[in-house]
């Protein structure tokens, strides 16, 4: 009988569990029985709700220094903070632990393979463990990596060394979903390019009114953005932007959809500026992201820090006008003035200037509407993903085995 066990570490929901679920629907036709294993609440209702087959949700108890942040995150963040800095020191510890315990999982569940989903690198430290332990027991491991990795903490080097290498050693194929990412891995992490398999994020193809003319209140020009709201990814630079064209344009709008650290500045400034009218925090979204996306005119993606967002290939899926910030694999799937506008992070001026640009010409935003929803079609569509991601694992376990 031939097991998957698919793993991960998450406290938030985004595109890490969106890209498990779609790696694990790719790949469901190959295995008598799915096993996903995470801490307690890492796989959120609508996780399962997608997958396209019954799969075994397994909780799994261990201990790093986010699930400790995770614990105490009903705390004020200064005193969390004070408490979680000297478990830096106690990672090589946790590490160590966690390969223990997930040894004695796998030696239960008895899995044929074993695929360990991280965040970024090396984020989920529980992620790493995993790959680790599946290594000991000589199981085909696969690690996959939808963010963009940090450099190594000068104060840990050789530990963080060791561990990289470790990981690189062990695993049978790193599934990254940017040549940015994969990039960034080698020169910051010492991943050996050949490890790497790029698959991109997929969506599922949805009626699009590219051509049409939106259903907002006619007269008003709306901004959108869909994105977890937090300050890396640059949603303050957005209001910002949008606070200095709102003088110059009183028909233009701002609808912001989902929720995050930023949220309560969102609300903040919007009160202090008298904006209520002109900008609407919808919170955590639930509802149908397709028709919210045909009531914008421009999509704006403000990140600082990104991998492969899901979010930008759905704005591209809808035919929107996008502006988007040049980092992480955005270039890989906008190019400047084809499929978009690509700006530098964090600077406000150059955003609105951007946007200012597409709301003067209404043609420019639907040729780039359709190159967009063209991108889309060729590279970005769910059955392309899914072709890619059983070829990679496939190919790899063969090897590996």
């Known amino acids: 009988m031939s097991r998957l066990l698919v793993f991960t570490e998450n406290y938030a929901r985004g595109g890490g569990n969106r890209y498990l679920i779609d790696l694990v629907n790719s790949i469901e036709g190959g295995y008598d029985e799915i096993i996903i294993a995470s801490n307690r609440g890492g796989i959120f209702p ?34 969390r903070r004070i408490i979680l800095s000297p478990l830096i020191l106690l990672e090589p ?20 393979c074993v695929v360990s989903c991280n965040g970024g690198y090396p984020a989920a430290q529980a992620s790493l463990a995993m790959v680790v332990a599946a290594r000991i027991l000589r199981l085909p491991v696969a690690l996959s990596i939808v963010s963009m ?18 990981v ?21 992490r010492g991943m050996p390019l050949a490890r790497a398999e790029v698959v991109y994020n997929g969506l599922e193809d949805r009626p699009t009114k590219v051509i049409a003319s939106k259903t907002h209140d006619e007269g008003c020009l709306v901004i ?25 344009h009183p028909e233009l ?28 925090l919808l919170g955590h979204y639930t509802g149908d992201v397709c028709v919210l996306l045909d009531t914008f005119d421009i999509y704006v993606f403000p990140s600082l820090w990104e991998g492969f967002p899901y979010s930008l290939v759905e704005s591209m899926r809808a035919g929107c ?14 190019t400047d003035g084809i499929e978009g506008v690509l700006i530098s992070p964090g600077v406000t001026a150059e955003m609105a200037a951007a946007i200012e640009r597409l709301l003067a010409e209404p043609e420019m935003r639907l040729t780039l509407g359709r190159n967009a929803r063209l991108r889309y079609e060729r590279e970005l569509a769910l059955d392309k993903m899914h072709v890619r991601m059983r070829e990679a694992l496939a190919n790899s376990f063969r090897e590996k085995g």
């Open 224 to 248: 959108g953005c869909i994105a977890r709201m937090d300050a890396a990814k640059g949603c303050l630079f957005l209001f910002e932007a949008f606070a200095c064209l709102a003088r110059k």
């Open 46 to 79: 609508e996780d399962v709700q997608r997958l396209q087959k019954p799969v075994t949700l397994w909780p799994v108890s261990f201990i790093t220094r986010a699930s400790t942040g995770n614990f105490l995150r009903f705390i004020p963040s200064a005193a």
């Open 149 to 166: 990795p940090g450099p190594r903490r000068w104060f840990l080097q050789p530990y963080e060394k060791f561990v990289d290498k470790l």
């Open 253 to 280: 709008r701002l609808v912001l959809a989902g929720q995050g650290d930023a949220s309560g500045e969102l609300f903040r400034r919007t009160q202090v500026l008298g904006l209520q009218d002109r900008v609407q």
């Open 93 to 112: 510890l946790f590490f160590l632990g966690n390969i223990i315990v997930f040894v004695f999982l796998l030696q239960r569940v008895k899995p044929s």
């Open 321 to 334: 006008a996008i502006v988007a910030t040049s980092v992480g694999g955005i270039p890989e799937a906008i």
């Open 168 to 188: 690189w050693q062990s695993v049978a194929v790193v599934i990254v979903n940017a040549k940015a990412i994969a990039s960034a891995l080698h020169e910051l």
